[in-house]
């Protein structure tokens, strides 16, 4: 039984040793989903999840995460300056156009309108782009915010797209993900801003009917995890298993996500559980202890911040000292 004392001790030390793999860049083809992980978001939420409020209309034949796809508009170079002047990205500002996409892109190819941002996202969640994120666009009316930030324009016109369509914080959020992922600032709301937020501006988009909440929960699911945004706590875990020698007993762990990414299981999102340093020599820790090569892998397809997930790992029964 002496042996059980120190593998409970183990069990906390299992604690500290959760960790998102983060090894892969995503790779998938730009339109498919991504394989297993794929999550439709009408779909099965863990109960605890956060729950934005439902979009205006479902994007239901779409799945997110995904690689956004763009169509390369290039301006001419009179509405935005090549480089950034040595300053770091560290911005991406949310915009609407208040005319439509077909109307906005004239705009931005006129001299005169001194105006132009480096993504347009049409109703229908097209993505145009228009200004490379490594130029400055004239998007947010403020010097220092144009050469720090990325603009996204979405497409809000009376006529051709009068609400905010699921389609469109999609490709969006897909933008964002991508652009923390490249230039390495935090995927938060001081980092994410409305046009309305930026100092000194006297405009009022995205405005009301913008969904923050939902936008920002979208970004947790695509979020390239990095060591600010992945943490967890313990929560639970099952009474410790009494089992005969060579016998098996399960264990499971119950952790929360106290971090801003998302863990999806399958994919470089993945939570996997195991013991730091764990190898064959410590006998002690019995067989099917969990390893940095063997992990318990989240029981979860999704597990938003602030859900919880579940590990489930069997051991072997072995006596203390052999
Ligand atoms: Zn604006």
Redesign the pocket.
């Known amino acids: 039984m002496r042996g059980w004392v120190s593998l409970l001790v183990v069990g906390v030390t299992v604690l500290a040793a959760v960790a998102v793999v983060a090894a892969a860049v995503r790779t998938q083809p730009a339109t498919a989903a991504t394989g297993s992980v794929a999550f439709d978001l009408m779909g099965d939420l863990p109960a605890d999840a956060p729950r934005a409020a439902p979009p205006a209309r479902a994007a239901s034949s779409i799945r997110f995460p995904y690689e956004a796809q763009r169509e390369w508009l290039a301006l001419p170079t009179t509405n935005h300056w090549e480089g950034r002047r040595g300053v770091a990205i560290e911005y991406v ?1 949310i ?2 156009t208040d005319i439509s996409y077909a109307r906005t892109l004239r705009a931005f190819n006129t001299r005169s309108s001194d105006v132009s941002a480096h993504y347009v996202v049409r109703g229908d969640g097209h993505i145009a782009q228009l200004v490379g994120e490594a130029d400055t666009a004239w ?3 403020n010097y220092l915010f144009n050469l720090n930030s990325i ?1 996204i ?1 979405l497409e809000l016109d009376k006529l051709t797209n009068p609400i905010f369509r699921e389609e469109q914080y999609y490709a969006a959020a897909a933008l964002t993900c991508d652009a923390a992922a490249r230039w390495g600032f935090p995927l938060d709301r001081a980092h994410v801003l409305g ?1 309305n937020e930026i100092p000194a501006s006297t ?1 009022t ?2 405005g009301r009917t913008w969904n923050w909440p939902h936008f920002m929960w979208l970004l947790s699911l695509c979020a390239p995890p990095n060591a600010a945004t992945v943490r967890a706590a313990f929560v639970s875990q099952t009474p410790y298993p009494v089992v005969a020698p060579n016998e098996l007993g399960a264990v499971t762990i119950v952790l929360r996500n106290t971090g801003g990414t998302a863990w999806r299981k399958g994919s470089a999102q993945e939570a996997r559980l195991a013991v730091a340093g764990n190898d064959g020599r410590l006998a002690f820790l019995g067989e099917g202890w969990l390893a940095s090569d063997r992990p318990a892998v989240q029981a979860e397809e999704i597990v938003p911040p602030g859900g919880t997930a579940t590990f489930t790992f069997a051991v072997k029964g072995v006596l203390a000292g052999t």
Do not use: R
């Open positions: 500002v915009h609407y998007h947010s009316g603009g324009e046009h405009h988009d995205p």
